[in-house]
């Protein structure tokens, strides 16, 4: 795999993109806060807004990192973030036999 990082993928109705702090409002008030969504994340409820801005600056600062991808989905119309998607484990250092 010739990793290239998180770029940004467009279809007709979502823009799949790169994390910016302006997405902690609406990733905390859309499913961080969720007790059904969390059950299968990696991290536990949020109780504030800076316990998710908190998450996101981790992700950002690792977008440096070619093998990193983590994105944020978007709605189009609306500009409503409604999930994300992250492939873990890409790197070679990460790859079992």
Not at 32 to 45: A, F, G, I, N
Not at 60 to 79: D, G, M
């Amino acid at each position: 795999m010739n990793d290239q990082g998180t770029k940004t993928i467009e279809t007709e109705r979502l823009i799949i993109r790169k994390f910016t702090m302006d997405d902690a409002e609406g990733m905390y008030n859309n499913w961080t806060t969720d007790p059904e969504t969390c059950k299968r994340l990696s991290w536990d409820v949020h109780k504030s807004v800076d316990e998710t801005k908190e998450l996101i600056s981790k992700w950002i600062a690792n977008y440096e990192k070619p093998y990193y991808y983590n994105w944020i989905v978007e709605l189009k119309e609306t500009k409503e973030v409604i999930g994300n998607i992250n492939v873990a484990n890409c790197h070679p250092q990460y790859k079992t036999a």
